[in-house]
């Protein structure tokens, strides 16, 4: 990088206007941000009808369903109640520990790596197919989304046990079927997965089948009450020696508030989300930065913080709307690119580190933009990359692409900041 390519990065990094999150202007909820997409430009629109066509496909895939055991994780395809479900094979988890701590404590450890793989899956999936359907209802959309809430109001918990057994010495009390190791990632994921869907679609979506949705919100009151106990009462590893800059500390608080936002009238266990968050966003710098680097930093730290900041202010809860470090944060994001498409600080990012540099982080770029309105995203989507993420952020983000302010008139500024 030279002198003058520095300079004009250091000068995007100070002039570009803090814009925070859409819910400053005026709070709103994700059914409304989906609502303006209606109103795109031409060729918006067309990448629009693009996204919602592979919504339509991505419909006609079974339901994600939850492994009983290895072998049915392995097995492929089948039909349960009716409805083509499939499984997602991670039984590498289950073969890589049951030589060093045994069949049983393997067999957990892999259904609970397994709830976690699943739930990134749906997480992506299930609101993506909500927007798609509350655009352009389609019987084969309102079947799939229903059987997959349907299939998640049988998952009790979220989160199976397991998940740090590898990770105990030897001769540690839980390393039997008796293991408590607490809610985790999949927990926050499910929560967030259903929130997100459950605002979306449309009013009449649960007509005739209002027991589903009654299900749903009952589903996510007992994770949000499990993950309040387990915080208070310091089960899992992460609360007992507190990792406040920790996804694992960041994303199931997150969660947690997210679902008590959502339902409105857990305002204790609210409370107690925003106190123990506070220390999590103490620990990112001033500038945004944060010491989980570039990969986990950007992916499930932020857009989670980002989510429940952005819940919060649905509310009218503006008590982290102000927090420069959550603000800089695109600032910083925007330094994390280096030229010849390459990403800083990928050593938490192995896609990153070879062949993909940026187009690893397209898809977080993108939930961040549509999560905050913040214009320094969309300039990086403008700029950097050309079709939209198949997401729900993928397709929220067309709004702000199309008005995103041109590069241009930015590297202006900042050469004439930097002449005078």
């Not at 999150?21 to 409304?32: D, T």
């Not at 699943?118 to 992506?124: E, G, H, M, Y």
């Not at 008590?260 to 103490?282: F, K, N, R, T």
């Amino acid at each position: 990088m030279n002198l003058f390519h520095l300079i004009i990065v250091s000068f995007l990094f100070l002039s570009l206007p803090d814009s925070g999150c859409a819910g400053n202007e005026s709070p709103h909820s994700f059914a409304a941000q989906v609502e303006k997409l209606r109103g795109l430009d031409a060729d918006s629109t067309q990448k629009l009808n693009a996204l919602i066509n592979k919504a339509a496909l991505l419909a006609q895939e079974p339901v994600w369903a939850r492994s009983g055991d290895i072998e049915e994780m392995t097995g492929g395809p089948k039909v349960k109640n009716g409805v083509n479900v499939k499984f997602y094979d991670l039984s590498s988890k289950y073969y890589t520990v049951v030589d060093r701590i045994g069949e049983e404590c393997a067999v957990m450890y892999g259904l609970a790596c397994n709830d976690i793989g699943i739930s990134d899956f749906i997480l992506n999936e299930l609101p993506y197919m909500a927007a798609a359907y509350r655009l352009s209802p389609a019987p084969e959309l309102k079947s799939r989304i229903t059987n997959q809430l349907r299939e998640l109001t049988e998952w009790i918990p979220f989160q199976r046990q397991g998940w740090i057994l590898p990770h105990l010495p030897a001769g540690h009390p839980w390393l039997s079927t008796n293991v408590n190791d607490g809610i985790y990632l999949a927990t926050a994921n499910l929560i967030q997965a259903i929130v997100l869907s459950l605002d979306i679609l449309p009013a009449d979506f649960f007509a005739g089948d209002e027991v589903l949705r009654t299900d749903l919100l009952n589903r996510i009151r007992t994770e949000v009450e499990l993950t309040h106990h387990d915080w208070v009462n310091a089960i899992p590893d992460f609360v007992q020696k507190p990792l406040y800059q920790s996804n694992k500390w960041i994303v199931p608080l997150s969660g947690m508030m997210i679902g008590a936002a959502y339902l409105g009238d857990m305002q204790a266990v609210y409370e107690y989300g925003v106190e123990q968050l506070l220390p999590s966003i103490d620990t990112i710098g001033a500038d945004g930065s944060m010491s989980e680097g570039f990969g986990y930093g950007l992916s499930r730290s932020t857009s989670s913080l980002l989510l429940c900041k952005r819940m919060m202010e649905m509310n009218g809860d503006n008590r982290f709307s102000n927090s420069g470090n959550l603000i800089n944060i695109a600032k910083w994001a925007v330094l994390g690119f280096q030229p010849g498409g390459n990403v800083v600080n990928a050593f938490d990012w192995y896609s990153g580190q070879r062949l993909y540099g940026i187009t690893s982080v397209h898809e977080t770029i993108t939930q961040l933009a549509a999560i905050t309105s913040d214009d320094i995203y969309f300039w990086i989507l403008k700029n950097m990359y050309t079709d939209p993420s198949p997401t729900l952020f993928g397709m929220l983000s067309l709004s702000g692409i199309s008005t995103a302010a041109a590069a241009m008139r930015v590297i202006i500024m900042t050469i004439w900041t930097a002449v005078i």
